[in-house]
Structures are given as C-alpha cells and as structure tokens.
C-alpha cells in the first residue's frame, strides 16, 4: 500500500528543499573571486575562460552521471555540435555570441533528444559504446563534410560581434573570460534550481533504484530523456563558448579524448556534486598547463598517477590526512611559540 504524505509532511519537504536550494555565503565567495580573476591575473585570462567552459562541460556531464547514473563516453559529440553550430551560424549568418550560443544550445539539445532513445535500454556497457559511437558518427560527418566545416584544416576566420553588443573581445582575453565565467554563472544557477528541486530528487530516485521507481509510478523514460537532453543543450554551449572565445572549430572537439578527459575530471572533482565537475576542471587544467610546461611528454603520467591515488585511497582518507597534517603543523607552531 503506498503511503501518501499528509500537509504537514509536505510542508516539512518544500521546506528541506528550499533550504537546500539557497545559495551559501561561501559559493558567493567563488563566484566573485572567479569573475574578479581577470582583473588580478590579466596574463591568465584565456586560462580563466577554458577552465569556466570546461567546468560548463562537467556540468552537463555531472547532470546525466552523477545525477542519473547515465554513464556516457560521447558527450564530446554535443560539445562539437555546439562548437560547429556557433562558428557557422557566426562566419554565415550572424556573429552575435548571445544568438549563436542559443542556436549552438538548440542544435545540441535536438542531438541530445534524438540520441536519448538509445540510454533507456541496455547495460552500462551498452550505453558506453552507443555514446561513444555516436561521436565518432559526428567526428565523421564533420570529416566528410568538409565543404562545409573545413575537415582537417578546420573552420577559420570566425569573427565574433561584441558582447551584448557593447563589449568587444579583447586579444588578452579579458572580455573572453568574463562572457565565460558569466555564462557559466547563470547556467549553474539552473543548474543548481533544478537538482535541488522535487524533479532533481526524481533523478536521485531513478539513479538508485530504477525499478522501484518505476513500480511507484515515476515516468522514468520521460525524465531520463528530458535531463539528457538539459545536458545536451549544456554541453552545447560550452561548445559554443569555446568557438566564439577562440575564433575558431576543429575535429578534435569530437576526439575521443574530450570525453575521456571529462570523465577523468569528475573523478578527481567527484560525481553527483554540482561543484565536482567545476572543481575538476580548475585541477586537471591547471595541472596539464603547468606539468606540460615542466615535461611535456610525460604529464599525462602525474595526472595518471593523481587518479591512481583517489581511486586507491580514497577522497576521505586523502582529505582527512590533509587535515591532520594541518591541525599537527599548528600544534607543533603553538608549542614552539611558547
């Protein structure tokens, strides 16, 4: 017999979720060091952007497999659909940032809504290489369609309008980074509304226990094509975000390696938490940019050699040696002083 909540239950829920959902003090915190980095690290600003549009990038991933437990090794696909999509509407229509990331958005999420039937069914393996596979279609159609997107050579001369119309992309990258780091601002804030929202919990259900939810009558199907799609469209403008703050659309953003680095982000970041993916991308990018710089042929092998010891050890146990090392340090600076 299924029980059903009284009001005063209900109440209780609305209540624990809009508790939930309220910002805290500390993320304001990050936001505001995160839009101020351009003007204290202005040799830095193009890092400052990839790192937002690759935390953009594990958001949307996030959203579908830590969430969802979607597990999926194409998501480059809707990344490159968004970075095409922006470039050519840009070159061919209209170089407006603001439109070209709502068609690169658009254009991702109907990739994603069409590619979403294949998720239902099958295993986790199943879902790995349907993923996978359906980048490498894309990867492929990009190749052949060179007429269209320069194939190898990839698609040049894109020229971007101003910001809004008021703000023009600077060659330090100042605007680039600020247009990121905004974007990615306001799309968390979704982001961060709907997990922490009675249809977010949904998905916490169905990651769970996918058939217990749906012997209780959740529209299991119908909520795990709507949140493939919403990362879709989320993958897509971080796509669209890279072409307009770099000028320019390769193949490689269909590579393999796009998806296999996202991955390798939230698992140093962690899954199922919104802050995760952002806080794997600041680590893996900053670790390639300086370790590349150190040994350029062997940093995949420190960043290796990281993920061996979370997957080894273990997040906790590593944090809780860090706090306690803290903690001694004071202790022995407290008698030293004395």
Not at 157 to 177: H, N, R, S, W
Not at 202 to 216: F, S
Not at 301 to 313: A, N
Request: hydrophobic share 55%; charged share 10%.
């Amino acid at each position: 017999m299924m029980h059903t909540p009284n009001s005063n239950q209900l109440e209780l829920i609305t209540a624990s979720l809009n508790r939930r959902s309220k910002i805290k003090p500390i993320e304001i915190v990050f936001w505001a060091v995160a839009l101020i980095l351009p003007v204290v690290l202005p040799s830095h600003a193009m890092m400052i952007s990839e790192i937002a549009i690759t935390a953009l990038f594990a958001l949307s991933l996030d959203l579908v497999l830590g969430y969802s437990g979607i597990v999926s090794l194409g998501h480059a696909a809707f990344l490159g659909v968004g970075v095409y999509s922006s470039a050519l509407f840009a070159k061919f229509f209209l170089p407006d940032p603001t439109l070209g990331l709502v068609v690169s958005g658009s254009l991702a999420g109907l990739l994603g809504l069409i590619c979403s039937f294949t998720i239902l069914r099958g295993s986790d393996l199943t879902r790995l290489m349907v993923t996978l596979g359906v980048a490498l279609i894309m990867l492929e159609l990009a190749n052949q369609m060179d007429w269209l997107t320069g194939g190898s050579d990839g698609l040049q001369g894109v020229i971007m309008g101003p910001v809004l119309g008021v703000f023009e992309f600077d060659l330090q990258g100042k605007t680039a980074a600020w247009y990121s780091v905004g974007v990615a601002l306001l799309l968390f804030i979704f982001v961060r509304m709907l997990v922490n929202s009675p249809w977010g919990y949904t998905l916490r259900v169905i990651r769970d226990n996918r058939l217990r939810a749906m012997a209780i009558g959740v529209p299991v199907s119908k909520i795990l094509i709507s949140v493939y799609t919403f990362a879709a469209v989320f993958a897509g403008i971080a796509g669209g975000l890279l072409a307009q703050t770099t000028g320019f659309a390769s193949l490689d953003v269909f590579a393999f390696d796009r998806s296999a680095d996202l991955m390798l982000m939230l698992v140093i970041g962690g899954v199922g938490w919104l802050y995760g993916g952002i806080a794997g991308a600041i680590v893996f990018k900053i670790l390639q940019s300086e370790l590349s710089a150190v040994t350029p042929q062997y940093w995949m092998f420190w960043i290796g050699l990281l993920l061996i010891l979370l997957v080894s050890l273990g997040r906790e146990r590593i944090k809780g040696w860090l706090t306690l090392s803290f903690l001694f340090g004071r202790t022995k600076a407290g008698v030293v002083s004395k």
